[in-house]
């Protein structure tokens, strides 16, 4: 059916560095340029603000801290990783589903994370209810 293997590539269109890359790819490509490094600073402004021992005694401090490393685990994991390093435009193959158990280890924190994040904001409302309904209890 094919003569050699580069009608085989060219037939299933494997040249990533083409013109094929389509606009809103290239779009997103560089807003993840932006924001990755945005939100890794501003979640490490936040720790190191939420670390001061003053605001630490809190337990709506425990909260936000454990929230800060979670959205910079789930920017590591989800967007850097997914959108950036592990881009076909960059490697040509898709290292997260190389072998069994960087496969199970990235989808692990590829769906924990965001689900950490979520509950960590669910615990921090939840405290604060409970401090504005029942004080000084």
Known sequence: M???NTDYNASLNLNYFSEDISFHTKIFFYLYMIVVPAGLIGNGLSFCVLMRREIRK???AV???ALSIVDTLCLIAGIMVDNILASDMFLG???PIQNKLSCQLYRFHYFLNPNM???CLVSVTIERVI???FPHR
Do not use: M, R
């Open 63 to 65: 909260y936000l801290i």
């Open 58 to 60: 809190t337990s709506t």
């Open 2 to 4: 094919y003569a050699n």
């Open 131 to 133: 401090v504005i309904y």
């Open 93 to 95: 193959w898709y290292w």
């Open 117 to 119: 994040g979520a509950w």
